[in-house]
């Protein structure tokens, strides 16, 4: 059965939704699941703008069907191989085996490795700036590359102002019928900050043209569109969103939670309304990264586990490091009963792998239990945050 919805007058979605998976990339949970969004423009020339998934190949191909109505395909336009978007691409061209192909040099030489049989066909292979007409329709390409694969291309439809882009302005979830409308950006690219910042530079003779914005993840953006334009750049940019404190504990026994919670309630009492806490051990660490792009301040609370750091905590570290999570300012709260060893550890981790992080000199150091005795210390650290927030 097709499923296809209007993006414009001649620009169709026929992408298809995946509630199967479980896991994006095999890593990321997708409890809402997520969309694979093809493209399909109807002018002079139809055109196909990306595939989807092999999972959701079949979805797309009697969507495509629907909406051609018996016309050709003219033109198939590659943006990006990742497989989640180039599964069905040689399915396409066995069903149409006249259609075009347009992509860059980088593109070709990966769908020949991936054995594509793009040189059965006619290609198009275009550089940087250059423009392409379907009839009313005249595109123009921008190169976007490592944003987040090496090949990706962007293309910009002057006549409507639609940006095909690839898996820039992507969300999870699944559209589930719901075509219009910082998890996926952080987690997929946010490695990449400075070639989304290379990207929006090249866009920014354009960016009061565009009226529509087509990911190959999530829904097509037609509102506010300068307000999610400049998030994407506060991200790449690995600016906080907001000044507030988020805390992150790791804790066997409930003593080092409560010493996240006490430190939270005396945050509160000082003022601060923006403090979230999060549990490393039941927090996915995708959520864990999103948060921690969100905020100016971090708070790393852990228990030392076989003289060393709690392996929960060590694996949201090494993600923070992966993720190149920059820019915010670290306090560290650590706890053992024989051996109080993970503060030193984790100020060891960011001084010699996250440069780029400000460490508070105040730290909360427990055994086991949080006594009265620490109470001071808590008190010191909460004003050392408040004050470096000034």
Not at 123 to 137: P, Q
Not at 221 to 232: A, E, G, H, P, T
Not at 266 to 289: E, F, H, N, P
Not at 294 to 323: E, R
């Amino acid at each position: 059965m097709y499923s296809v919805r209007n993006v414009t007058e001649d620009v169709y979605w026929v992408g298809a939704n995946d509630h199967r998976l479980s896991l994006f990339e095999n890593a990321y949970p997708i409890p809402r699941g997520v969309s694979y969004n093809s493209y399909l423009l109807m002018d002079e020339k139809t055109a196909l703008f990306d595939t989807v998934d092999w999972s959701g190949c079949r979805q797309l191909l009697e969507n495509m069907e629907h909406v051609l109505a018996g016309r050709p395909l003219d033109y198939l336009v590659i943006n990006h191989l990742e497989p989640d978007h180039a599964g069905s691409i040689e399915e396409i061209l066995l069903r149409w085996p006249n259609v075009v192909i347009i992509s860059n040099e980088k593109a070709f030489m990966m769908m020949r490795q991936f054995k594509f049989p793009v040189d059965e066909h006619t290609i198009v292979e275009v550089k940087e700036g250059d423009t392409f007409s379907f009839g009313k329709h005249l595109v123009t390409f921008v190169f976007a590359p490592m944003v987040h694969w090496p090949e990706v291309m962007v293309t910009f439809d002057t006549t409507d102002g639609v940006l095909f882009s690839a898996d820039a302005f992507g969300t999870f979830g699944a559209l589930d019928g719901k075509l219009f409308a910082r998890r996926y950006l952080t987690n997929i690219v946010g490695k990449y900050g400075p070639h989304i910042q290379l990207i929006l530079k090249k866009a920014g003779g354009i960016l009061n043209q565009i009226k529509y914005i087509c990911p190959l993840h999530g829904p097509v953006w037609r509102k506010d569109l300068m307000y999610f334009i400049q998030k994407y750049d506060t991200w790449s940019r690995y600016e906080p969103e907001e000044k507030g404190v988020m805390i992150v504990y790791a804790s066997m026994y409930g003593n080092t939670e409560s010493a996240a919670q006490a430190l939270a309630a005396r945050l509160c009492d000082k003022g601060m309304t923006k403090v979230a806490i999060y549990d490393v051990s039941s927090t996915d660490v995708s959520q864990l990264i999103s948060e921690t792009f969100k905020y100016s301040h971090l708070v790393l609370a852990s228990v030392t586990y076989n003289l060393g750091i709690y392996p929960a905590m060590h694996n949201f570290l090494m993600d923070m490091k992966a993720l190149n999570v920059q820019s915010r300012t670290v306090a560290i709260m650590e706890n053992g009963s024989w051996a109080i060893k993970s503060g030193d550890l984790m100020q060891k981790f960011l001084d010699e792998e996250m440069k780029n992080m400000t460490v508070l000199n105040e730290r909360v150091s427990m055994a086991s239990s949080l006594h009265e005795d620490k109470a001071f210390e808590l008190e010191t650290l909460a004003d050392a945050i408040m004050e470096s927030m000034q």
